[in-house]
């Protein structure tokens, strides 16, 4: 019996039923939110096929995220799925784990600063979504295009960690990369095999949505995690 994947399911398990503590099962989202502001972050589970691998790797339940774009009509999400682009804010809270979501605010963010966010966010719309998530292609990553667009503003966010700081070297990452590694640009200009490229990916940077959740800069405004 081998150890290693029965622990990592173990550790999805206690996540996800993090998620799911307390409360009723599907939670009403978007019913109570506060206003929202330009620049505000929003936080949820992806229901997506590598969301279990980012919940192990960061042992948190954030696997997805995006920007808050609001016109005083109508909010959107700014983010990286399929592409860079807007999504309507029930929409995206629907689609996310049992519709729990979080949303942080800088307290410090003027409009001047919200502004230049999201003048750098839609220079990267119709962008692909980086599924190897680098920071060294033309693609983009959920928690990529906010890290960005804020350093389009001047302001630093989050931590920039080596994939191989995470628990990233696992059985279900390990899968995702066998099915993927043969489109990683720059495993295939090497002519790298796998096991070189799965090397190569442990040692790429990356910054997490749980890294950018925990800077000290936000505010926790709002959560329908039961903690």
């Not at 929202?36 to 929003?42: R, Y």
């Not at 696997?63 to 774009?69: C, Q, T, W």
């Not at 489109?183 to 090497?190: A, I, L």
Request: hydrophobic residues 40%; glycine residues 6%; contains cysteine.
């Amino acid at each position: 019996m081998k150890l290693r994947p029965i622990l990592t399911k173990m550790l999805v398990v206690l996540v996800l039923g993090i998620c799911l503590a307390g409360g009723s099962l599907y939670a009403t989202a978007n019913d109570d939110l506060p206003a929202l502001l330009d620049g505000d972050l929003i936080f949820q589970t992806s229901t997506s096929a590598q969301s279990s691998a980012i919940l192990i790797a960061t042992a948190d339940p954030y696997s997805h995220m995006g920007i808050v774009k609001n016109d005083g009509k109508t909010i959107k999400v700014i983010e990286a799925a399929g592409t860079v682009k807007e999504t309507a804010l029930r929409e995206w809270i629907n689609r996310g784990f049992l519709r729990r979501v979080a949303i942080y605010r800088d307290p410090d963010l003027t409009p001047r600063h919200a502004s230049r966010i999201l003048s750098a966010a839609q220079d990267l719309y119709g962008r692909p979504y980086d599924i190897f998530f680098s920071f060294n292609n033309d693609a983009i990553y959920c928690s990529e295009l906010p890290y960005l667009t804020y350093r389009a503003a001047g302001i630093t966010i989050g931590k920039i960690q080596k994939v191989s700081e995470l628990n990233f070297d696992n059985f279900l990452v390990r899968k995702i990369i066998q099915q993927r590694w043969q489109r990683h640009s720059e495993c295939t200009s090497r002519r790298y095999g796998f096991e070189q490229c799965y090397k190569h990916i442990l040692a790429q940077d990356l910054v997490t949505p749980a890294s950018i959740a925990n800077d000290g800069r936000f505010k926790r405004i709002y959560s329908n995690y039961p903690l």
